[in-house]
């Protein structure tokens, strides 16, 4: 750890303020999750850092923003900082405006088809330009990380404590950080699937739960009960209508699916007058 800690510590010295070795990743589908060494500067900010892993895979996938976490950090020299951070990365699908003075060198082929200089297909939609990822199978993901890593990587070979978080950590109710469509978000598990590795997720402000797989759970987030921000009292008057009842109910005790259940049994047990 000192003695590659040092030799990418004199990288840095000579190349650029920053520098970032993928040590390790684990693929699902055309998504990963990727361990990474860094040395930099303490003036280095994260944005730069990304900027760099970006580079590093030559635009054909991007680093998730705000999924990047420090595992470990310590002095790698007097100027240096050495830490191990983790995030997940995913294709990236490069889009410009059509009025963009690219788009505009290039040539038509097919209805809102085009073709670039560096004869790459383009897709039009609306007033935008799409270019997908050269990354569409895991296999294809796994190769270029593969190229991209350190030597001696040992991709998908995480171990088990640094792994993602499998169902089988998870409890109905946990407050959990995830990734889904290239983005982060948090939200309450609502259900598991251990045998699929799947998860049910209710994310902040949605009314509708998504189900993901258990590899994009990022992390169980620690909760204050007492900064929960339950919804405003409604008034009953007359006849109750017990759908807006248990909705009412239901965004109170969102996370915790099972206590709701319970009460949702007794209240269509129960005969209002």
């Not at 998504?31 to 580079?55: F, M, Y």
């Not at 251990?194 to 997720?201: I, S």
């Not at 590899?215 to 759908?243: C, H, R, W």
């Amino acid at each position: 750890m000192k003695k590659l800690g040092s030799e990418i510590a004199s990288t840095v010295a000579q190349a650029s303020r920053h520098s970032a070795l993928i040590q390790d990743f684990q693929v699902c589908g055309t998504q990963a999750k990727i361990r990474v060494q860094v040395v930099a500067s303490d003036t280095v900010s994260r944005k730069e850092i990304l900027s760099g892993l970006n580079e590093k895979f030559q635009g054909k996938l991007r680093a998730v923003p705000r999924s990047f976490r420090i595992t470990e950090s310590s002095s790698a020299d007097r100027n240096n900082v050495i830490a191990t951070v983790e995030g997940y990365v995913v294709p990236n699908v490069q889009v410009i405006v059509a009025s963009d003075e690219r788009a505009g060198k290039m040539k038509e082929v097919a209805a809102n088809m085009f073709l670039d200089d560096s004869d790459c297909i383009w897709n039009k939609t609306g007033e935008f330009l799409y270019k997908k990822s050269d990354v569409e199978t895991s296999e294809g993901l796994q190769a270029l990380l593969a190229e991209c890593s350190s030597e001696g990587a040992r991709p998908t070979r995480m171990r088990k404590a640094d792994a993602f978080l499998g169902p089988q950590e998870i409890s109905s109710g946990d407050f959990v950080s995830y990734m889904n469509r290239g983005e982060m978000g948090c939200g309450f598990i609502i259900a598991a699937d251990p045998a699929n590795r799947k998860v049910m997720v209710l994310a902040q402000n949605e009314e509708e739960p998504e189900v993901i797989d258990a590899f994009q759970v990022q992390d169980v987030l620690a909760m204050d009960e007492t900064q929960i921000k339950y919804p405003q009292e409604q008034e009953l008057s007359g006849a109750v209508d017990v759908n807006a009842l248990l909705a009412y109910y239901k965004r109170m005790y969102i996370y915790n699916p099972s206590y709701f259940q319970e009460l949702e049994n007794r209240i269509r047990g129960y005969a209002f007058m």
